[in-house]
Structure formats: C-alpha cells, structure tokens
C-alpha cells in the first residue's frame, strides 16, 4: 500500500530561540514546505527526505503500509498525525494511507 506525507506546518523557532543551542542555522526548517506531499510506495527513504524525520516517521509509515491503525488516538481510520525530534525546527506531517 501507498502512504502519502502532508506537511502541516513548520513553525518558527519560538522558546528555544532563547536556549543557547549553538546552532549552524537559526530559521524554521529548509528541508520541507507547508503542503508538500511525499508518495512513499515502498520502504526505502525518499530522495532528499530528511533522515531525523524519517526516522521518525518510519514506525507510523510501516503500520499504515502494512494496513495497521492507530484506532486508539484517531476516528478516522488510515492516517496518523506525527512530528519530527528537532525541537528546535519542528515540522508535522500527516501520514496517509492511499
């Protein structure tokens, strides 16, 4: 089964601008746009996809793919909603089965 990736929303950096991180780059996430769509039609890591988020999407994109649910957090059935772990350039996806 296919599973598409929305991006939802990358916000900007909001209380960790005041932690001092060391960062390379200060701004919102680069790697994705709000309302791209990504088709995953198999279990290898899309080109140019980040891997922080991928990891961390892999485990929901799997269960979807293999026709799992996540019936206990949502009323619809086929999708999850998921963020990556860079809490300072946050982005969250929706994940769907299609």
């Known amino acids: 089964m296919k599973v598409k990736i929305t991006v939802m929303k990358i916000p900007e950096i909001g209380e960790y601008a005041e932690v001092p991180l060391n960062l390379n780059y200060s701004g919102p996430c680069f790697s ?27 485990p929901y994109i799997m269960t979807l793919r ?3 649910e996540f019936s206990e957090m949502y009323k619809e059935s086929g999708k999850m909603f998921a963020c990556c772990p860079d809490a300072a350039r946050p982005v969250a996806f929706l994940i769907e089965r299609i």
Do not use: M, S, T
């Open 32 to 58: 994705f746009k709000v309302g791209q769509e990504i088709i995953v039609n198999g279990e290898d890591k899309p080109e140019g996809f980040c891997i922080f988020a991928w990891n961390a999407l892999w």
């Open 66 to 68: 293999r026709g799992g």
